[in-house]
C-alpha cells in the first residue's frame, strides 16, 4: 500500500501558508516537534491526520498531551519519531524501523546508515540564522521509501 506523508518540524508556532499549500494532499503529516503553539497542529489537522511529538520548547500543559517519541507503521515501513536524533536510545535496524524521522538541528537532512533512513524535514517555522526553510514529502511502500525536501520560502 503507498501512502504519502508529509513531515513537518520546528515550526515554534509558525505554519507558514506555503507549508500548508505544500502538504496538501498528504494521507499523513508528522510534525517531529518543537510545535511552539497548539493550533499548529489543529491547523495541520485540518489537512490530514496528524503524529506529532514535543520538542524542548514544547512546554505547558498543552504540550503534556504529546510524547516524547512515537513508532508509527505506515505504506507497510516502520518509522520511529523523536525530536532531537543525539537522543536516540535505541538501534533502529535491530528493531525493524525503517525510517527514523528527528527535527531539532534545523538543518535537513536525508540518510541512510545500515539500511535505516535518516531524515529531518529541516525547519519550516521562523529562519534561524541563514538556514532554508524546509519541510519534507515521503513516498512509503513495500518496495520503496522516497523522501524529498522541499524549499517553502525563498
Do not use: C
Not at 489537522?45 to 503524529?51: E, F
Not at 536524533?85 to 528527528?102: C, K, T
Not at 524546509?134 to 517553502?152: F, K, N, W, Y
Amino acid at each position: 500500500m503507498r501512502v504519502k506523508i508529509g513531515v513537518i518540524s520546528d515550526t515554534h508556532g509558525l505554519l507558514r501558508p506555503e507549508a500548508e499549500r505544500r502538504l496538501a494532499g498528504v494521507a499523513q503529516i508528522i510534525h517531529a516537534g518543537d510545535i511552539g503553539q497548539p493550533d499548529v497542529i489543529a491547523r495541520l489537522s485540518r489537512i490530514a491526520p496528524v503524529i506529532a511529538i514535543r520538542g524542548n520548547v514544547d512546554t505547558g500543559a498543552w504540550a503534556e498531551t504529546y510524547p516524547q517519541t512515537a513508532m508509527a507503521r505506515l505504506g507497510g515501513r516502520s518509522l520511529y519519531i523523536l525530536h532531537d536524533v543525539h537522543e536516540l536510545d535505541l538501534d533502529p535496524a535491530a528493531s525493524g524501523v525503517d525510517v527514523v524521522i528527528s527535527g531539532h538541528s534545523h538543518q535537513p537532512r536525508i540518510e541512510t546508515a545500515r539500511g535505516v533512513l535518516y531524515l529531518n524535514p529541516g525547519s519550516a517555522g521562523p529562519r534561524r540564522f541563514k538556514l532554508p526553510i524546509t519541510l519534507a514529502i515521503v513516498e512509503l511502500d513495500e518496495s520503496g521509501i522516497r523522501p524529498v525536501i522541499h524549499h517553502i520560502v525563498p
